[in-house]
């Protein structure tokens, strides 16, 4: 009834990268975003009635009745989600990357869609920046999936048909609501990387001149004054110079 709070499984579905899509990129996007997302529930035997969803434009948040078992979502939906995206993304250039926000808890319904507190964490655990820092370190994975630290310890921890709680790892994650406690997991992936891996570049060594040892011969044209400075040793250094200040 509308305006009560029913009990609920969130789903939230992000697109990673959205933003770096042009406006004729993106329905193309979307389009496989509601493809690869809706054939998970199809084949999971998740349907409407028992599944809600509205669209939040690179994203979509589905809530699902009380009666929908919940291993079936963390096992089965989202095994089917993460093989149908390997399937999708072959051969594609710029391959659909998604994160997942998984929670359980009360949900309110209106005329405009759904909402409570409950669906704010699933939707702020999918977007975090430590979601994206590790999808972002898990190159070629096409999918990483964020549950609440109460769904994990409620549903996941127990185990089940396609669900193994130690391919999860535990990260204290700061949200708009506060630090919190959440859980990551890589289909495909024994272990989710270390979100800290996301942010370290491999910096290119400075090019280094010819020649043997820390000590080069280097030919030098100079056109007008100036200092000519190089590091290391300089064993010859032939300098021809036209001209003086110009």
Same mark, same amino acid.
């Given at each position: 009834m509308e305006g009560e709070a029913a009990y609920g499984f969130i789903v939230n579905v992000d697109a990673q990268g959205s933003g770096l899509l042009s406006d004729t990129e993106k329905p193309e996007m979307r389009r496989r975003l509601y493809e690869? %997302?809706?054939? #998970?529930?199809?084949? +999971?035997?998740?349907?409407? /009635?028992?599944?809600?969803?509205?669209?939040?434009?690179?994203?979509?948040?589905?809530?699902l009745a009380a009666d929908v078992p919940p291993k079936r979502v963390v096992g089965e939906w989202l095994e089917y989600l993460h093989q149908d995206l390997r399937q999708m993304n072959g051969g594609l250039k710029k391959p659909l990357r998604l994160r997942v926000g998984l929670h359980i808890g009360p949900v309110t319904a209106d005329a405009h869609g759904r909402s409570g507190r409950a669906v704010d964490l699933a939707c702020r655990l999918g977007d975090c920046d %430590?979601?994206? #820092?590790?999808?972002? +370190?898990?190159?070629?994975? /096409?999918?990483?999936?964020?549950?609440s630290d109460r769904l994990y310890e409620d549903v996941v921890l127990a185990g089940g048909r396609w669900v193994e709680p130690g391919r999860y790892r535990r990260h204290e994650v700061e949200l708009k609501e506060g630090r919190s406690?959440?859980?990551?997991?890589?289909?495909?992936?024994?272990?989710p990387p270390d979100p800290g891996a996301a942010a370290e570049t491999v910096r290119p060594e400075p090019p280094q001149p010819h020649g043997t040892g820390d000590s080069f011969?280097?030919?030098?044209h100079h056109h007008g004054s100036g200092q000519f400075i190089a590091n290391g040793n300089v064993d010859t250094l032939h300098i021809n110079q036209y001209g003086g200040d110009r």
């Open positions: 690869v %997302t809706n054939a #998970a529930f199809e084949q +999971a035997r998740i349907r409407a /009635p028992r599944l809600y969803q509205e669209d939040r434009g690179d994203g979509i948040l589905s809530v %430590t979601a994206k #820092a590790i999808l972002k +370190a898990a190159a070629g994975s /096409p999918l990483v999936v964020v549950a406690a959440a859980w990551f997991t890589v289909p495909g992936l024994s272990q011969v280097q030919n030098n």
